[in-house]
């Protein structure tokens, strides 16, 4: 079983960065895309960006696009989401996952996830 840790969240202020990391357990997992999804409190788990590890095509969620970054790493496990312009909308938990095939924006096709990490940011 692949297991994903993801670090780097904190508390910024609005216009803010921050640099989200996501490593897997093993360098050895067949996965298609990487993702990163976000769930604020008592709001829906939502597709922030992904990316595929073969070839590096990259997805952006709406709300993200031309702030946020999805890149892979030198090593084969790791990917990073940074995050640029950030807004008091962007507050919530980050997960990290993995997909071996299926529906890059739908989090119930991810196969692999991480336990979060909280991002706030404060206006």
């Known amino acids: 079983q692949v297991q994903l840790v993801e670090s780097g969240g904190g508390l910024v202020q609005a216009g803010g960065s921050l640099r989200l990391s996501c490593a897997a357990s093993?360098?050895?997992?067949?996965?298609?895309?990487m993702g990163w999804f976000r769930q604020a409190p008592g709001k829906e788990r939502e597709f922030v960006a992904g990316?595929?590890?073969?070839?590096?095509?990259?997805y952006y969620g709406d709300s993200v696009k031309g702030r946020f970054t999805i890149s892979r790493g030198n090593a084969k496990n790791t990917v990073y989401l940074q995050m640029n312009s950030l807004k008091p909308d962007d507050t919530a938990v980050y997960y990290c996952?993995?997909?071996?095939?299926?529906?890059?924006?739908?989090?119930?096709?991810?196969?692999?996830w991480g336990q979060g990490t909280q991002v706030t940011v404060s206006s």
């Open positions: 996952a993995g997909t071996r095939r299926g529906r890059i924006r739908y989090s119930d096709d991810y196969d692999y």
């Open positions: 093993t360098q050895r997992f067949s996965i298609y895309v």
């Open positions: 990316i595929q590890w073969s070839g590096g095509t990259t």
